[in-house]
């Protein structure tokens, strides 16, 4: 257990929709987390324990949030650290050098041991041997418990060591490159033996440089003083030890913190036995500085909280600069049945401050687990951290956990997960059993063959790779799958994914992230739909497979024919489109595409990978969670004048996730802001990306978004240009995203499918597929033979989803000069006698037999002009960053 306070400013968290509480997964199995650190950025550190099933012992772990919460996924192995220092050891306390290093100390292999990091996650290897070091207190088990580094750079660490026969309190004291200080205690080790077992779990210096450390002595709290040298300080308690029973059957100590006035402050716990059971309570004391209990501090010197009439274990103090006390750990709540973190505040006489969750008390449930709070910290905002470990009851795994709480102790909303109503329940690269409850959750397997059950909910559920057993239960689920690959068939062997207990009433399939245009006959882009003979099972199924032989494939549990149609499978994004008026667009689990058109419009992703766009109007965009992607069209839709704000804001934009479409508004990428660059400037709690340079009519283009997300916006989420996908010689499939992107398949029989922005699409040679997706797309055609057909033989590429109106096909690199009779440099239309295929064809062939030819599905008799087919024309229009050029035909 560590505490720690900021000392200087840190930049202002994301103001954002969320929960004031995360979780994270550090290893994909049980996580404990013990101690807590911040940085001068701002940046929170939590350290502890990680199971390692392969060697079935634990790890040392670390990980780094940002100041909203979310992981800070440049440090580390994205946002994470694990460290094997040598047999089974963990992390109990953490402390930061003034040069930005980071030292955590533990156990390891039942000896002291810490290592020292590099602020990037790291191990310095100036530390120790490679980075780490363990010390032998006395030949038996040892844990350290509790670090700090003096103003020399010294380093001291603090727990317990077995003698052989009890335990006693012991410390260590290392020079800064990790080599025991000979010149402290006996040979750098200092133990401390008062007749029975003594537990170390606290430690502070003072400005006099001597050592206070706080624990358990037998049954009672146990505070011993010791001078620079390590030996005891007669002037404190007994021949420097201050031994203290304050009623409890047992009492611990296990935090404390000096007063500006020399006194001391310990935060544990007591209990008493009755008959069969234990009753635990928060306790405090405060003792003057010659160790004497100060009773002028609650009742006597002491004061005893009972949370919520169960048991109670406080862990961490704190002090803050208006003298007021914080204790933290965790607190049984009866009428729940688990334990959740647990957070007091007590006025500097002892007794409980009512300003702070209306009676001094706050509880807070993490993850409707079993949730424990160890570490404790005070921003210098006033806001709080309590970090500890959270039982997530869907994955029935333990996670790091940390919470934040404003100053009157209710939970800060701009920190931690997203408030979308949804659950995150998270699997490892293993085999994971994720089981959900009743609430709405999203249940992500990643790799491995996993088993996912949703519960009562209205659940998403998302197996990853591996063959994977989905079940809704009950609810209005919904089953995403996010690539073709994990859930497919090979020639030999089936991957496919299970859903056992699929409800055509309610539930949902999103395949909109796989590129199929919709059910046919599982070629050409299309999912067959077929029932075996027994009628247990309904396949969906495509028939076309990739350059590994892996075909789509996913297995239904029941006879589902006839009932399986656009109501129950999303094969595109679904479009939630506003008016002229102020529009309030709310999207769901699925991916969605949100434009607000006209209107000061407020849209909101909710769940799923999806695409906002707010039109003109000052709009208000969330994404909520997912990848989502927030396209600006025209640089009017979001600006300002010399006198008016009319900019887009973006409340809760994610740099690791989420993107901005900046593609079709011309500017070349961030500067200064003038020569078509936008500046990129904070201000408080925003960040604007901001041109200025205006049009004719005063206006220049500018977006704000929430947070401080200085050194966090880059080419990686911000699209300047349109994305090249490019194929190769084999058949490709080339699926885009919801962002501008331009698709070309080079050789092979390619599928090209441009998912949800402005896309152009060119198959190059071979028989290719292509699908524009939603948007205003371009289908490319570069030269003659790449869409041809014989006497004998077809090789047309086939159109899946022409929109006359908003797509276009460009033909001006093939020398045709308009419609006609396919004739004399002329393309004909026709259409099948179904009226299901329109073709554009020639009648001339060239040297080798080949004309020139394409399909269309559908029947366009009439409707394909010089406005939706660019031939061969002279003049183009001035070309705006990467939007496709203009052609006057």
Do not use: C, W
């Not at 290093?101 to 996650?121: C, E, P, Q, T, V």
């Not at 449930?365 to 970090?387: H, K, M, N, T, W």
């Not at 991916?591 to 799923?608: F, N, P, S, V, W």
């Amino acid at each position: 257990m560590n505490t720690s306070t900021l000392s200087g400013s840190v930049p202002n968290p994301t103001p954002r929709a969320a929960t004031g509480k995360m979780l994270v997964d550090v290893g994909g199995h049980d996580d404990y987390s013990y101690a807590m650190g911040l940085q001068p950025d701002g940046g929170i550190l939590l350290a502890g324990y990680s199971y390692d099933p392969g060697r079935r012992n634990y790890d040392t772990s670390l990980v780094r949030l940002n100041a909203d919460g979310t992981l800070d996924t440049g440090f580390g192995d994205l946002g994470k650290v694990v460290v094997d220092i040598g047999g089974s050891d963990g992390a109990r306390g953490l402390s930061l050098q003034a040069d930005g290093k980071i030292l955590l100390a533990g156990l390891s292999a039942n000896d002291f041991g810490a290592i020292r990091l590099n602020a990037d996650g790291s191990l310095d290897t100036g530390f120790g041997v490679g980075g780490k070091v363990t010390v032998d207190i006395a030949g038996s088990y040892d844990q350290a418990n509790a670090l700090a580094v003096q103003p020399d750079g010294k380093i001291l660490l603090a727990g317990n060591g077995h003698n052989g026969a009890n335990y006693d309190f012991s410390l260590i004291r290392l020079n800064a490159d990790g080599s025991l200080d000979t010149g402290f205690g006996n040979g750098g080790k200092a133990s401390f033996d008062d007749g029975g077992h003594e537990f170390g779990y606290g430690l502070a210096l003072q400005a006099d440089g001597k050592i206070l450390m706080v624990g358990q002595s037998g049954s009672d709290i146990g505070v011993i003083r010791l001078n620079a040298d390590g030996s005891l300080d007669a002037g404190f308690g007994d021949g420097g030890k201050a031994i203290l029973d304050i009623g409890g059957e047992i009492d611990i100590g296990r935090s404390l913190s000096l007063l500006p006035d020399g006194k001391i402050l310990v935060g544990g716990f007591s209990y008493d036995i009755s008959g069969d059971y234990y009753h635990y309570n928060f306790s405090l004391i405060r003792l003057n500085a010659d160790g004497s209990l100060d009773t002028g501090f609650g009742d006597g010197g002491t004061a005893i909280v009972d949370i919520a009439g169960g048991n109670d274990q406080g862990h961490s103090l704190v002090l803050q600069d208006d003298g007021k006390i914080l204790l933290a750990g965790f607190s049984y709540l009866p009428d729940r049945g688990a334990y959740d973190f647990s957070v007091i505040r007590l006025n500097a006489d002892g007794s409980l401050d009512a300003g702070f969750g209306g009676d001094g008390k706050v509880t807070v449930d993490i993850a409707r687990g079993y949730d424990e709070g160890y570490s404790l910290a005070v921003q210098p905002d006033g806001r709080i951290l309590l970090s500890g470990l959270g039982n997530n009851s869907a994955s029935g795994r333990y996670d790091f956990s940390v919470i934040r709480l404003n100053a009157d102790g209710t939970l800060d909303t701009n920190f931690g997960a997203l408030d979308d109503g949804v659950d995150l329940v998270e699997g490892s690269d293993g085999d994971d059993e994720l089981l959900g409850d009743s609430a709405r959750e999203l249940l992500l397997g990643k790799d491995g063959d996993d088993r996912l059950d949703g519960g009562a909910g209205d659940d998403t559920l998302d197996g990853g790779a591996g063959r994977d057993s989905l079940s809704g239960g009950g609810g209005a689920d919904l089953f995403r799958f996010s690539s073709r690959e994990d859930s497919h068939r090979t020639a030999s062997e089936g991957f496919a994914d299970r859903i056992r207990d699929f409800d055509p009433a309610e539930d949902r399939i999103d395949l909109s992230a796989l590129g199929f245009s919709g059910l046919g006959d599982g070629r050409n882009g299309t999912l067959a739909v077929q029932v075996n003979g027994a009628g247990t099972r309904t396949y969906l199924k495509s028939f076309e497979a990739d350059a590994e032989g892996r075909r789509f494939e996913v297995v239904l549990d029941g006879d589902y024919a006839g009932l399986l149609d656009d109501g129950q499978l999303i094969f595109a994004p679904p479009r939630l489109e506003g008016s002229a008026a102020d529009d309030d667009l709310i999207g769901s689990a699925a991916a969605e595409i949100l434009t607000g058109a006209d209107g000061d419009d407020r849209l909101h992703g909710a769940g799923g990978d999806d695409l906002l766009d707010g039109g003109a109007g000052r709009d208000r965009l969330t994404g909520g969670s997912g990848a989502d992607l927030f396209r600006i069209a025209n640089r009017e839709d979001s600006h300002r004048t010399a006198s008016e704000n009319l900019a887009d804001r973006i409340r809760d934009f994610d740099p690791d996730e989420d993107r901005i479409d900046l593609s079709a508004l011309g500017f070349s990428g961030l500067g200064d802001g003038h020569g078509g660059t936008l500046l990129l400037q904070v201000s408080g709690e925003r960040t604007y990306l901001k041109s200025f340079e205006a049009d004719a009519e005063g206006r220049r283009f500018e977006i704000a978004l929430d947070g401080d997300l200085a050194g966090r916006l880059d080419s990686g989420n911000l699209l300047f240009a349109a994305a090249p996908l490019e194929g190769s010689a084999a058949d490709d499939d080339l699926i885009g995203s919801a962002a501008a992107e331009i698709l070309t398949g080079a050789d092979g029989d390619d599928y090209l499918h441009g998912g949800a922005g402005d896309d152009i699409l060119d198959g190059g040679a071979g028989r290719d597929t292509l699908a524009g997706g939603s948007g205003a797309d371009l289908f490319r055609f570069s030269a003659r033979e790449d869409s041809h057909r014989t006497s004998g033989e077809s090789f047309a590429d086939r159109i899946l989803d022409f929109e006359a109106g908003t797509d276009r096909i460009d033909l001006s690199a093939l020398g045709f000069s308009g419609l006609g009779d396919g004739r004399d440099g002329t393309l004909a239309v026709q259409v099948n006698d179904t009226g299901t295929l329109t073709y554009l064809k020639s009648f001339e062939t060239d040297a080798e037999g080949r004309r020139f030819e394409i399909a269309l599905e559908g029947d366009y008799g009439g409707q394909l002009s010089a406005d939706a087919i660019l031939f061969a024309a002279p003049n183009q229009l001035e070309v705006i960053g990467s939007v496709p050029p203009e052609q006057v035909g």
